[in-house]
């Protein structure tokens, strides 16, 4: 019966599995998933899944019969303007959904590879293992089984063993002990850097935008590493570092100096993460309007000669602003050449977002390649 049960679990998240893929686009632009970000759960709408209901035997008699014909209505909610709808429902559930499936479904979905690891990246920490049986340790690592195995020969050899009343009494020199050594193991750390440009052509739809696109990016990540830390910087003029709250609630106001951020975000990595200890990923996100072409030069030289050469990935994210010049992108276009096919060789990727539609593809974009 557990089994059967099991079954019919198992057959319905696949179905549900199924609708989240075929919605997936619609997925990624709930805001309110966001809220959820840090809990092992969310809670997904699904549409178009049949309820279970009960059906009942002949109802034509005993309790409830009476004067009527099949069809009649019972009487509650007549009356002067209570006609009911004529369409048929649509049934929606609300199921709860690991943010590991997400991450799974997402990355099926956009057929994205799975993250590698650099070879020098890994962090090496120290865990114990079980690994054998001992006579003597603590008794919170008693081992009944062995115990009990070693008390039954015992008695077995001395003959002292009745079939007929088969009492095991373990002595003090049959207790066997769970025994352990230390072992290396490898855990493969990551550190995410947003950056983001809040200067007076970043409206709210463009934050929103940020938002959403980093919170997938975020996702998919931590579905790739056992340990992820995220740090915040925001823009305009001047750059800063964060917390997470202040960077998707700020509002500011003036120009915009990318290259501002950029020097931050190298001290920051100069002093918190080696490339030897750390696996970097940089996104910085923008409507693309820079302060001058100084600035872009100043930029494109600071991508050069320090964040590409530490990072796994550093994704540019142009989102459309009706105030933006937009010309950043063009830039980076022009000063990497590879990067007109978004070829990751050197760690450059850029996408383009002009709405909620595009985040889908901007993902995959980003990703593609399982840096």
């Known amino acids: 019966m557990v089994l059967r049960i099991e079954q019919d679990h198992q057959r319905f998240r696949n179905i549900v599995k199924g609708r989240i893929r075929k919605d997936l686009r619609r997925f990624l632009h709930r805001g309110e998933l966001i809220g959820k970000e840090g809990r092992r759960y969310v809670s997904i709408p699904v549409h178009d ?43 929606i559930m609300e199921v709860e959904v690991s943010l590991d499936e997400l991450a799974d479904i997402l990355g099926e979905e956009l057929e994205l590879p799975r993250i590698k690891p650099k070879g020098k990246h890994n962090i090496t920490s120290m865990k114990d293992k079980y690994s054998g049986i001992r006579t003597t340790g603590p008794e919170s690592l008693r081992h009944f089984k062995r ?70 990016i975020d996702t998919w990540l931590r579905r790739n590493y056992e340990g992820i830390e995220a740090r915040y910087i925001v823009h305009d003029i001047n750059a800063q570092e964060v917390d ?92 990497f050449p590879q990067n007109d096919s978004n070829d990751p060789e050197h760690g450059l990727v850029t996408s383009r977002v002009n709405n909620k539609d595009d985040i889908f593809d901007s993902l995959k974009t980003f990703f593609v390649a399982g840096k």
């Open 244 to 335: 997470r709250e202040t960077f998707y609630h700020i509002r500011e106001d003036g120009g915009t100096r990318i290259s501002s951020a950029f020097k931050v975000c190298t001290e920051l990595l100069e002093g918190n993460y080696s490339p030897d200890d750390w696996n970097i990923y940089l996104f910085h996100f923008s409507d693309g309007d820079n302060s001058s072409e100084a600035d872009n030069r100043q930029c494109v030289e600071l991508l050069k000669e320090q964040l590409l050469r530490k990072c796994n990935l550093f994704g540019y994210c142009q989102v459309a602003s009706a105030y933006g010049s937009g010309n950043f992108i063009n830039v980076l276009h022009e000063s």
């Open 49 to 91: 899944i049949d309820i279970p209901t009960f059906r009942y035997g002949d109802n034509s008699g005993g309790v409830g019969s009476g004067e009527g014909e099949e069809g009649d209505g019972t009487g509650q909610g007549q009356g002067a303007g209570a006609e009911g709808g004529t369409e048929e429902g649509r049934h």
């Open 147 to 216: 115990t009990y195995r070693q008390a039954l020969k015992r008695q077995l050899l001395l003959g002292n063993y009745d079939p007929d009343n088969p009492i095991i009494i373990p002595i003090r020199k049959d207790v066997r002990y769970r025994s352990w050594k230390e072992v290396k193991a490898p855990q493969s750390n990551a550190v995410i850097v947003y950056m983001m440009d809040v200067s007076g052509s970043m409206g709210d739809e463009q934050k929103e935008l940020v938002r959403l696109e980093s919170f997938w």
